[in-house]
């Protein structure tokens, strides 16, 4: 089974805080991504990782960013926390299967971030 | 711009009763379509998914329904247990264009009662 882990369940952390949240996929798989779920505003993409060291931008990428030092590790990391972004952060990973199917994303248990 | 929407945040059906869930999308480039379900404290799980070459797509109790040219999807449960009550997603995605990325809808929560 794909096992996709999370650093932590439950994180608070004050306003201007520098914040990691790691992400860990033990199946080799290329892809990664990181979202946030938010009430009423489903899954939304901050960022995704196709290969080592690569990083794109999803659709909310402002005031975070990544790392992706090693395949089987991705970090988002918030700057400077603000209050708005308290959030379920949930990471996915897949591996590329080519055809005409698409790669199923695996999803982490997700980390329930708090800013004071 | 919301491109995937689902417009009922909430469906409650009796257990053995048919769950319809509906996706509505505004890109026309989306040709590839899944559907995931949440439980409460867990990440997302995959459950079924369907490309644009087809108008259905059936795997045990659930099948997804897809309407091209209404842009429109539907996951339909039969017959609904109590252990599908979960958060169902609608996701798309654009191949040609966005690779592996997919875009979600807002989420419906179905709860399916003894």
């Known amino acids: 089974d794909v096992k996709v882990t999370q650093s932590s369940r439950y994180l608070v952390k004050r306003t201007g805080e520098k914040v990691f949240l790691e992400c860990v996929q033990d199946m080799d798989h290329e892809n990664m991504f990181w979202y946030r779920q938010d009430p009423g505003l489903g899954l939304r993409l901050i960022y995704f990782s196709y290969d080592v060291k690569m990083k794109e931008k999803g659709d909310i990428p402002e005031g975070y960013s990544v790392s992706r030092e090693k395949k089987e590790r991705f970090s988002l990391i918030l700057e400077s926390a603000s209050t708005n972004q308290t959030s379920m952060y949930l990471c996915?990973?897949?591996?590329?299967?080519?055809?005409?199917?698409?790669?199923?994303?695996?999803f982490g248990p997700g980390t329930r971030l708090l800013v004071l | 711009d919301q491109q995937v929407k689902q417009n009922s945040p909430s469906l409650s059906v009796q257990e053995g009763r048919i769950s319809i869930l509906n996706c509505d999308y505004t890109?026309?480039?989306?040709?590839?379509f899944l559907w995931y379900k949440k439980y409460p404290a867990e990440g997302p799980t995959f459950l079924i998914s369907i490309s644009s070459i087809k108008d259905k797509n059936e795997d045990g109790r659930f099948t997804v329904f897809l309407n091209k040219s209404a842009k429109h999807l539907s996951l339909h449960i039969v017959p609904s247990q109590p252990g599908d009550s979960a958060v169902y997603f609608c996701a798309a995605s654009a191949r040609e264009t966005s690779g592996s990325r997919l875009t979600f809808g807002e989420g419906t929560q179905l709860t399916v009662n003894p």
């Open positions: 996915a990973s897949s591996t590329v299967t080519g055809g005409w199917s698409l790669e199923t994303q695996y």
């Open positions: 890109n026309s480039m989306f040709d590839y």
